[in-house]
């Protein structure tokens, strides 16, 4: 849906911009696939690509036990560290495939009001993600879903988020690409812009339910205040 006066009017002018963090900042979903399928064969199990539909939006409890499940591995704990280290280890490597036109949203929502990332990874994998994007000094914070009761599809890490900047959920907007992120965002309450990433299976069905369609954030249509 390109950018015109039928938008919602707190696209154009919202309180403030809750942010994804993986497929609308960075491009992460071939590394966690590689860190995965490395922990995998490291414990003698399999993975395939189908399994991964268990993965997207869950919290590193959800994800770990639903890992170790699919792997028959007895610590689900265990599995999830391992796998967040070996991730670690890859973004620390220089491999973070950047969206510089996420970067630049970020820049240009935070010049006007409050910007938070709320995203499924492990807050040390934010704080790493932050860093290497150079975004320290306009995000105000960020709420991993670890952080809150559930994963997306469940709002709460997307109402948490809010929470901490002061701003109403429904006056402000979550910047998506998947579906399950599109779909906290919504039962949050808040306008939903998604960017599809292209080739993420993770993004399948998520335009369906966004209240905006765009191609890319530098078409994120944002009032100077």
Not at 55 to 71: S, V
Not at 132 to 147: F, H, K, R
Not at 193 to 222: C, K, N, Q
């Amino acid at each position: 849906m390109p950018a015109d006066q039928t938008l919602p009017p707190y696209v154009l002018n919202p309180d403030g911009v809750v942010f994804d963090l993986d497929g609308v900042l960075c491009d992460t979903e071939p590394l966690w696939a590689e860190a995965r399928f490395a922990i995998a064969a490291e414990v003698g199990g399999r993975l395939v690509e189908e399994d991964f539909h268990r993965f997207y939006g869950a919290n590193t409890q959800q994800w770990g036990g639903a890992m170790a499940e699919i792997l028959g591995h007895p610590d689900a704990n265990g599995i999830a560290t391992r796998t967040i280290n070996h991730l670690e280890s890859l973004y620390r490597s220089g491999r973070v495939q950047v969206i510089p036109a996420g970067v630049a949203a970020v820049r240009r929502a935070a010049a006007r009001g409050p910007v938070a990332i709320a995203s499924g990874s492990p807050r040390s994998i934010i704080a790493t993600l932050i860093e290497i994007l150079g975004l320290a000094d306009v995000v105000q914070t960020y709420v991993s879903c670890d952080e809150v009761a559930g994963g997306k599809p469940l709002p709460d890490v997307y109402l948490e988020a809010c929470r901490r900047i002061g701003i109403t959920p429904e006056r402000s907007l979550a910047i998506e690409d998947s579906l399950a992120g599109a779909r906290a965002g919504k039962a949050a309450g808040m306008s939903v812009v998604v960017v599809p990433l292209p080739g993420a299976p993770s993004s399948t069905g998520a335009t369906e339910i966004a209240d905006v369609v765009l191609t890319s954030l530098d078409e994120l249509p944002l009032a100077a205040r």
